[in-house]
Nanobody, 117 residues
């Protein structure tokens, strides 16, 4: 079983930056696809950014050019650098690990990001 622990959330003013981190346990991090999702009350959890084991990335249109996902396989950690934050980025951000061959799908506990003046 994989455990994911997110950190780095908090309160930031519009236009500011935050970096989220997600540390994984276990041995499959380097071959898994990692992703960040976000969710606001009453709404579904939406994909923000994804990075494959070969470091191919894709982003939601709403964050392209502002957010960057990256991974460090030696530290078993995935990051989400968030710049030019907007109030509409306010949400709980969740880390996800997905590995097709084992049908494995794990989630972190979430970290709150609030963008407000």
């Amino acid at each position: 079983q994989v455990q994911l622990v997110e950190s780095g959330g908090g309160l930031v003013q519009p236009g500011g930056s935050l970096r989220l981190s997600c540390a994984a346990s276990g041995s499959i991090f380097s071959i898994a696809t990692m992703a960040w999702y976000r969710q606001t009350p009453g709404k579904q959890r939406d994909l923000v950014a994804r990075i494959t084991s070969s470091s191919t990335t894709n982003y939601a249109d709403s964050v392209k050019g502002r957010f960057t996902i990256s991974r460090d396989n030696t530290k078993k950690t995935v990051y989400l650098q968030m710049n030019s934050l907007k109030p509409e980025d306010t949400a709980i951000y969740y880390c996800n690990l997905h590995y097709d061959q084992s049908n494995l799908d794990s989630w972190g506990q979430g970290t709150q990001v609030t963008v407000s003046s």
